[in-house]
């Protein structure tokens, strides 16, 4: 800035937000965006009532405009960053249970960005489950056998948990 009057381009804000920064303001804002559609819902759902579509085309539309930053957002995390999961949930979990939003236009496009994601920290898991077995079991004794055996649960239920609580609403891709 030059000085007071002069305002800041929004291109140049933007470079100034570390990645992490981003992330949590399209958190709040998302968590904003939520509760706004959830208030739309309950004082506008008998008047909408006999015209679902109307309702449904405008959460589209509002979500549109959150989804310009979400994904300029999620294009600036580091590639192994798994702290974007959490904006995933709380979006998937209001668009699921909305049976005008869910598999929408936004909703699919949430899906879209975040499988490979998904793929991704599976396949490391995968990966990482496979070198427990092979380098932890070769290494096993009885002495030290319950180490590699507390790892390996660890992980499966981390990988468990982790894929139930994304409440995946493709049918095929959540039985991965």
Known sequence: MKDI????PAEEMKKLATPEK????MMRLGELCVEVLTQNEEHHAEAFSWWPQLMSEHSE???SLFRVDMDA???????????????FQLLNNFLRCDLHLCNGTFHKHLQDLFVPLVVRYIDLMESSIAQSIHRGFEQETW??????SEDLFWKLDALQSFVLDLHWPEPEFAKI
């Open 61 to 63: 539309s509002f979500l």
């Open 22 to 25: 981003r992330l949590e303001d």
């Open 5 to 8: 009057t002069t305002p800041v």
């Open 143 to 148: 002495h030290n056998g319950s180490a590699t």
């Open 73 to 87: 957002a999620l294009q600036v995390q580091p590639v192994d960053s798994w702290d974007s999961f959490p904006l």
